[in-house]
């Protein structure tokens, strides 16, 4: 069993508020919620904001007095065969729910053990479409729309706002990336949008993408569609703006975020890539995003607004639910409103968030601006 040093200074934040929780034996027990995600390596700019977004709304429920939360944090560095020994762990514990993953194959590779000991999860960022329309999941949850919402407004924003007539889609070849990018190929093909000119799979962490580059060059692509994360992207479009390529690039919500912009540098001008709602007027956006830059000292990063619409419906629904077992937190979940960055949620019978969206974004001036 692993608890990290996150987990034990909030359990003794919890257990010191009021100075009762932890000495009366009428009190229930901390409700344990585990935090899943990559919290180093390549992708850890994905997974930290979500881990401190839990450590945040644990904190403000704690405070409140009512339910206490005990978080349980590991690190799956966003790979499949780390996540399923985290899920373990995390089970092993005693979570009742979870907070993550946040890549698709990390989240599709635990999500079995979840599954066979009846706990709830929310992922603010999984969108591989799989997850939650087949089926197989049924605890499973997500705070983002899946994939086939996002590759249909990909699909549609490169080829109609954009005019885009030849289109080469890309990805990493990963659940997340091949999904996303066979779901706009077809959302392409379905609606005739264009002509997919090619359609290929890259190997992430390569050290040379020109022979994709060149594919890409001598297929006259207008476009080029990437399905994936930021690694691979920031050196696709840098190769292709120092040969002198102004094909326009447009990717996903893997792409949208702060690490890209820095590696990529100033290649990243122009980059549209898709991104959850601009919720920034919300009055729990504001409140949550002040508190912390007042504890990290900067803006918080990919998913954090996603990240605490999962912690506060999870923490919400342990609340309300008449029974605190797999049945009655659906339920909760389903029925019970979620006052969130997002607006007031509830999840669908398939797990998905009610009132969650995509938005185009692009580069200017090295920051990603909303599309008018």
């Not at 692993?2 to 034996?25: E, I, M, Q, R, Y």
């Not at 899920?87 to 590779?109: D, N």
């Not at 050196?235 to 102004?246: D, E, F, G, I, Y």
């Not at 609340?319 to 669908?348: M, N």
């Amino acid at each position: 069993m692993h608890f990290s040093k996150t987990t034990v200074l909030l359990c003794l934040a919890a257990a010191l508020a009021g100075n009762t929780f932890a000495a009366d034996p009428e009190q229930p027990a901390p409700v344990k919620i585990g935090v899943a995600g990559a919290h180093s390596g390549d992708l850890a700019s994905y997974g930290i904001p979500t881990m401190r977004a839990a450590q945040l709304v644990a904190e403000a429920v704690n405070a409140k007095g009512g339910i206490q939360v005990e978080l349980l944090i590991e690190d799956d560095t966003c790979k499949p065969e780390v996540a399923a020994n985290t899920a373990a762990k995390l089970v092993s514990a005693g979570a009742k729910m979870v907070i993550g993953h946040i890549c698709s194959g990390a989240t599709k590779a635990a999500l079995p053990i979840y599954t066979e000991a009846d706990v709830i999860v929310i992922s603010p960022s999984a969108t591989d479409s799989d997850l939650t329309l087949s089926g197989k999941y049924p605890t499973f949850h997500r705070t983002i729309a899946p994939n086939n919402a996002q590759a249909a407004a990909i699909a549609k924003f490169t080829a109609d706002t954009l005019k885009a007539r030849k289109i080469a889609i890309i990805h990493d070849k990963g659940d997340y990336g091949k999904g996303l990018a066979e779901d706009a190929r077809e959302e392409i093909r379905k609606g005739a949008l264009a002509e997919v000119v090619l359609f290929e799979g890259i190997t992430p962490g390569a050290m040379d993408y020109s022979a994709i580059v060149q594919k890409i060059k001598m297929a006259r692509a207008d476009a080029v569609i990437y399905g994936g994360y930021h690694p691979e992207a920031s050196k696709v479009v840098t190769l292709m703006r120092k040969r002198q390529m102004k094909t326009l690039f447009v990717s996903d919500d893997g792409v949208k975020d702060e690490t890209f912009l820095k590696v990529a540098g100033k290649y990243a001008e122009g980059v549209y890539a898709t991104g959850p709602a601009d919720v920034s007027e919300n009055r729990v956006t504001k409140q949550y995003r002040q508190a912390y830059a007042d504890k990290y000292g900067e803006e918080p990063g990919a998913f954090f607004d996603n990240a605490v619409a999962a912690a506060i419906a999870l923490t919400n629904a342990a609340e309300k639910a008449e029974k605190f077992d797999v049945k009655g937190l659906k339920e909760a979940l389903r029925t019970k409103i979620a006052v969130t960055p997002f607006g007031e949620i509830k999840f669908d019978e398939r797990g998905d968030a009610t009132g969650v969206g995509y938005t185009m974004y692009t580069v200017k001036e090295g920051k990603f601006e909303q599309v008018k």
